[in-house]
Structure formats: structure tokens, C-alpha cells
């Protein structure tokens, strides 16, 4: 369906909202349109979501993974990006509200607001289990780990009766919690030692608590299996239909069974952005909005939901979570946007599946690539690429890869830094 | 004087307090020695002041300055590394008491606490206007300053009617005051505009407020003269003999002039680590401990205090509370330890002036060494050179060196990254 711009002769105002992967690349497919596009986001840079957890396990700074979004968007006369929280639409007049009271007029809404973790009605529990959706999670996570080591040795030091175990427990193994949880190890059996004299790497504990029957469930059997053992391979404990029960201060309950965890980490569950229901179209039961072949919600073909926040299915099977349907989806939506504008009829989406990779840990991960599935080294190299790749800005990409090759060779760790709250956690005698 | 360890035999226990320049020094200088030496710190970092600024105005990321203690400590084996707050001594059982209530024994006490931020009595200022001592001040005022331009664009595009003006002010022209007025200049002037399609940088006002005669008082009058002329080319307008007298939200108060600011950073006062008072011993009246030829306390040989913790006098002249004077005293102590050790005599500490020099922004800086005076290119070509040399860590160099590079050749910013609280600052309109 095709609809056409509000006033003949002006260049239709196209108001984007989200700077994940799905509103930038709407936004730089958007280049050459006859679009007036402006990009609304709560925070002023894009981030590279899938390296996130080497922040958080202090592999690679926040500024290695994330660009503003001026700066990526800054070749493009036509696009304005503002900072500020979008709080509600206007489907009738064609606006959306800003938090501060103003509202941006529209004659296309592209909403591609992501989502965020779901505690399942436990949100009581982020405090002590924070999840990793954006670089303050994982700074948070990173002082979270770092200060696990710091009170494991100082505990050492002075004899505390009753030392806090060093216990990692990751919850939920999606590409996530396997890649923390490899990470977790990698840290503490390779990077770790060289800095602390007392602590015995073999003490520290990784486990990875699934509620379902067995890791990267969205992963063929073989390739699951295949994770699984390379996460025992780097010694950590895998639970699998392991549902937890409760979360309290430094421990997980699981039934009766109380699991002591001086750092836990959530990521079991995933909740669609509160934007959605905003648009007052069907959502799902995460929240997603339930979108039509052309991403559309019913009756308004000048209203697109991508990326994570849109719940689509394409032959029987619902579209993953996943970047390259979000960075499809944004090249998409651009192209029919300008079909739109020349006066060419609509094509619907389809997402086109390239391969999907995890990583599980140094020269560790799987990869499905159509038929093919790869394990280990071959499949951590591809990752390694195409992370690289993708990464935003070739000032970005040189870093990262010198930080990669550093870390690599001299086995020894990018930026193990503690900002903020210098309190060692866990109980005892922290300080 | 000299002391004898406690106990004939068994090799002495040197505790130092602090990671900065003196402590990591001493530490790193006692390597060879026959002694069990224990770094304490509040941080599990070590950071390169001199260039905080940097990443407060966001051409640095925090971990291209910092390098965790551990790290740069790692290659000593009897060296312990803890992370934790000293809040007392008790001199006479020679031991140090840790706030989570435990005692660390010394037969050598090290005290290099540094210095923090003081407002005159006007501590309640501190809200509006951070200063610069510590990572987390620089990625403070990096929001703020990163914010204000956010805030400055949205109030063009929403055509706001009272616009916060783009006014940033610097309270204090010593150096740290010096070189953040030059580099915001830098950066809206060169860097911002193009990452912005309405602000006009001529709109950015940046005001150096001194309360004294001249900028950097303590070099000869020419450099100083010379380094006001740099920071005019720059646009940034000084205003000596300029005392504030108030502080509100997003306004100085000089008398009865209000000067609205969209970001107030404080680089005037400093006042000495309360630890010092903690010891006991006479300090001046900015809490610096007064210490003898031997950087020792009154009656107390085995306990040293350095760097901008100590007050000492040369020549008639004070000491000044610069990283060259800490690293010379915290390299002095390990020596001084190490001749206790083998039965030789002490000798006196006396600091050697090779010079100091000062940035002011691209291109330009004074220098002073010894008779000779520089200015312009040249100088900031040494202060470059310099400051790399003194980076710790060979990692931290070639990424300081790439991004330094980068920026200056591609005219483009490093790490322009809001994390943290989102919320735009000011008043008005802000969300």
C-alpha cells in the first residue's frame, strides 16, 4: 500500500525514533531520499549491542563500541538528530510528544525503539542481577566483576573467616549469557592471575542457569551441543532446566537450593520497548507490535515498527531478535520510503538470513551459515570479522582491532577500570 | 636520620596510601629492595592527571589515562595490591585502620593521598560547578559539556523563546583552569560545528575567571603574559581580578553581575587529603602536613608523607603541587628506605626543576625551563612529547599517540560518549 505525502511539493518529514541498528540504517539509507529525516533517541550515541559484554568484562572500552550519532549522521544535510525521550503518539494529528512537552510533526513514524530485560513481573530483581542492554549496564557489570576479584584477594589477605566464594552465575543461555559466561572464564582463568598473587583461579565458579533443555536454543541441535561442550571445555558449570526461583543480595535461589554468587548476572529475559503499546496496535505478549508485510500497523501505512520492537513471522517461523533483521529492516524501510516518493508501488519485506554466529570465548563459537555449521576457531575467526566489520566507523574498527590483537598476543587486558561506586559489593567485611 | 626495622632479620613492611604519581613511584622504585611493600587505594586505578582534561572535554576515553594498580604493579612479587580507604593511623602500633575495620601493620609508613577539590568554605557550590581531580569528575563535566550543545541545538530547532545561552565558564586560571578554557574553545570551534547543523560556534562564549592578576601565577610574567594572548587568539575571554562570589544553577555570580553559564567548572582551590590532619603532626592552612629535609613527620622517621600531601619549602620558595615534584619524592623514598635498609645514612630530599610547561589548545602552550622561556608550537610540541613519555603503560602510549593523531589530522573528536544520567541540563525547556 503506497500512500502519498501530506502537501504535494514538500519533501515529507520522516521522524525516526531509536538509533539502534534498525533507526540508522533507516536513517543512512535515507541519504539520497527527498525526505526531510529527523532521529530522536533518549541517549546521544548508537551501540554496537553485540560487543557490549566486552565492556562489561573490561575486554574493550565504552567509546571502542559506540559512536554518537551526530557523527555517524553528520554527513546528511537533510537529517536533524536531536536528544530527547519520545513519551507518546499522536497517530491522528501526526506528531509524537517529547518528554520536555514539544512534539515532532510527521508524515512517516518509523519506530524502532528496541526492548529492554524482562525480570517475568521479578523486577524487584535488576538490583542485585543486572542485565546488558546499554553501556551503563555494562560499565555496571564491569565494576560488578572486577570488584569480585578485589574483595577475593583482599579476603585473602586478611584472613576473613568466612571469604564471599568466587561464584559467577550467568541466568539464561541465549548468545548473552554464553558469551559472558565464556568471557567471565576466559578473565578469570587467563587475564586475571597475572594481577592478583593470592586468588586461585581454579576457586572461581562460572555457572550458566537455563530454564530450557540446552544452550543457543535458537541454534540447530548439533551446534547447541557443540557450545555446550565448548563452555565445559572452559570450565563452566552448564545447568540446564535450571529455573530460578529468587534473587536475593549475592545469592540465586533455585527451588530449595541456594546458589551464593558474588556477582549475577541477568539474561534470561527480554521485554519490548513501552513505545509500542503506545501506538495502540496489537502487541504480543513481550510487547512487540504485530506489523503487516510492509512493517505497517493496521491502517496506517505511514507508521513503520522495526527491529526488535516489531513481531513478525515469515514462512511459520517468528523473526529473531536479532541485528541483521533490525539492519534489513532500517535499509528496507528507506527504500520503500523513497518508492513512496517517486510513486512505485510497495514490495513487502523479507528478511534474507546471511548466517548467524555465536561467540563462546577465545577461539570459541558457532556459526550456521544456510546449511553449514561451523565450531570452534573457524567459526570465532568469521565472528571476528564480521564483528569488525559491522562495527561503526573505521576509527572504531582500527581500534578494536588493535585492542583485539592486543589482548590476543600479550594476553593481557584492555581497560580494567572501576568508575563510580568504589564499594566492594557481596557482604562481609567489604568495605 | 635513620631507623632500624623492628625486627632484626625479617625484611620491613612499607605501607603506602595513595596511587597517585608519589605512591606509584615509591612503590615501583622499592622493587629491588628487600622489603614487603602494600599499595592501598580508594581506586583500583592509577591515573594520569595532566591529562583529565582531556577526556572531560572528550578527546581522551578514561581508559587511554588510567591503568589499573594491579597491572602496573604486577612484575613485583612482594608487592601487595589492595583496594580500600584508610581512615586512620595509629602511629605509636605502627598501623593504618581500613574503614571495613581492619589493620595493616608497618614498620614504614607512605603517605600520598593527594589533594581534592576546595570551595573556600563554599562546599554547596560543588553541585553546579565539579571540579577535575578524578575520573569520574572528568566524565561529569564531559556530560555536562556534551549536553549543553545538545540542549543549544534543540532550543534552535524547537525555536525555544528564552535559549540558554552557550556559556561556559571556568572559575580559576592556573593550569588545569588554562587548559580546559583552551580545549573547549578547541572543540567548539573546530569540532562541534560540524557534528551541529544550527549552532552558531560564534555563539559559544568561554569565560576564564582568576581571582588574582594574571593567568598561571606561578610562571615569570611574560609566559603568563604570553599565555593569556594564546588564550584570546583562542576566544576565550579572560577576566582577571574576578572573584565569585555565589554560585547557582546555571549562573556565576561576580558581585552583582550574573553571568549565565550552560556549564560552570571549578579549578580554583585545592585543599590537601584529610588524612593528613589524621596524622597528627602541624599543617598548613590548606591541610598539607608540614614535613622535614627527609619528608618525615615531627619524632617519626618511619613515616614519610609526599607529593601534594606534603608542605615543604626549597630555597625559600614552596614546593608546588605538580607530578614531577611527586614522582622525584616517591623515587627519593624508595632510595631512602633502601639505604635504611643497608645501614647507610639518609640524604635529603631536593627536588630538581627540569622545567614545567603548560597547554592552552591546539598548537599552543608556554615552557619553562629553566631560564629558558617558550611559547606557541614549540612548547606544546614538548608538552606533547612529554606527556606521552610520562604515560604509564606502552598500551596506553601507542593508543593515546593513535588518537591524538587521529584527531589532529582528521580534525575529528575521540570519545564523545554521554553516559550516566541523560537528562539535559539547565533550565528552560530541557526534558
Known amino acids: 500500500m503506497q500512500i502519498t ?62 559512536s554518537p550519532v551526530r557523527t555517524i549522521l553528520r554527513g546528511q544535510k537533510h537529517t536533524e538528530v536531536l536528544m530527547g525521550e519520545v513519551v507518546g503518539f499522536d497517530l491522528k494529528a501526526r506528531n509524537a510528544l517529547l518528554k520536555n512537552g514539544s512534539r515532532l510533526e510527521y508524515d512517516y513514524l518509523i519506530v524502532a525503539a528496541g526492548s529492554t530485560h524482562s525480570y517475568f513481573g521479578h523486577e524487584e530483581w535488576a538490583v542485585d542481577a543486572p542485565g546488558l542492554k546499554t553501556l551503563e549496564d555494562a560499565i555496571e557489570i564491569r565494576r560488578r566483576v572486577l570488584l569480585a576479584f578485589e574483595l577475593a584477594e583482599k579476603q585473602v589477605l586478611e584472613n576473613a573467616p568466612h571469604p564471599t566464594p568466587l561464584n559467577f552465575v550467568v541466568i539464561g543461555a541465549g548468545p548473552t549469557g554464553v558469551e559472558l559466561a565464556g568471557a567471565i572464564s576466559d578473565i578469570a582463568r587467563h587475564y586475571m592471575t597475572r594481577d592478583f598473587h593470592h586468588i586461585d583461579p581454579r576457586q572461581a565458579r562460572i555457572m550458566l542457569l537455563e530454564g530450557g533443555p540446552r544452550v543457543l536454543a535458537a541454534y540447530p541441535e548439533d551446534l547447541s551441543a557443540s557450545a555446550e561442550r565448548q563452555l565445559r571445555d572452559l570450565g563452566v558449570e552448564v545447568r540446564n532446566n535450571t529455573r530460578v526461583t529468587g534473587i536475593e543480595p549475592g545469592v540465586v535461589l533455585v527451588g530449595e537450593e541456594r546458589i551464593a554468587a558474588a556477582v549475577i548476572v541477568w539474561a534470561a529475559g527480554v521485554a519490548a520497548s513501552p513505545l509500542g503499546k503506545m501506538l495502540g496496535a496489537p502487541t504480543d505478549k513481550t510487547g512487540r507490535v504485530m506489523v503487516d508485510a510492509e512493517l505497517n500497523i493496521p491502517g496506517h501505512p505511514e507508521v513503520f515498527v522495526l527491529g526488535d520492537l516489531a513481531a513478525r513471522e515469515q514462512d511459520g517461523h517468528g523473526l529473531p531478535g536479532l541485528a541483521p533483521v533490525a539492519i534489513q529492516m532500517g535499509k528496507w524501510v528507506a527504500k520503500t520510503i523513497t518508492r513512496d516518493i517517486n510513486g512505485e508501488p510497495r514490495k513487502p519485506f523479507h528478511y534474507f538470513d546471511k548466517g ?6 577465545r577461539n570459541k563459537a558457532i556459526a550456521q551459515i544456510g546449511k553449514i555449521h561451523l565450531s570452534g576457531v573457524i567459526a570465532w575467526l568469521a565472528w571476528l570479522f564480521i564483528h569488525i566489520m559491522y562495527l561503526v566507523g573505521f576509527r572504531n574498527r582500527l581500534l578494536v582491532l588493535t585492542e583485539w590483537a592486543w589482548t590476543y598476543f600479550a594476553v593481557q587486558q584492555g581497560s580494567r577500570l572501576i568508575t563510580g561506586d568504589t564499594n566492594l559489593i557481596g557482604w562481609g567485611n567489604a568495605d
Do not use: C, W
Open 356 to 361: 548467524t554466529m555465536a561467540t563462546i570465548g
Open 5 to 66: 505525502p501530506v502537501t504535494a511539493g514538500r519533501s515529507p518529514r520522516v521522524l525516526i525514533v531509536g538509533a539502534g541498528f534498525a533507526g540508522i540504517n533507516a536513517a543512512l539509507s535515507l541519504r539520497g531520499a527527498h525526505a526531510q529525516v529527523t532521529m530522536v533517541d533518549r541517549k546521544n550515541h548508537h551501540t554496537f549491542q553485540p560487543l557490549l559484554y566486552q565492556v562489561a568484562l573490561a575486554v574493550l572500552s565504552p567509546a571502542e563500541i559506540a
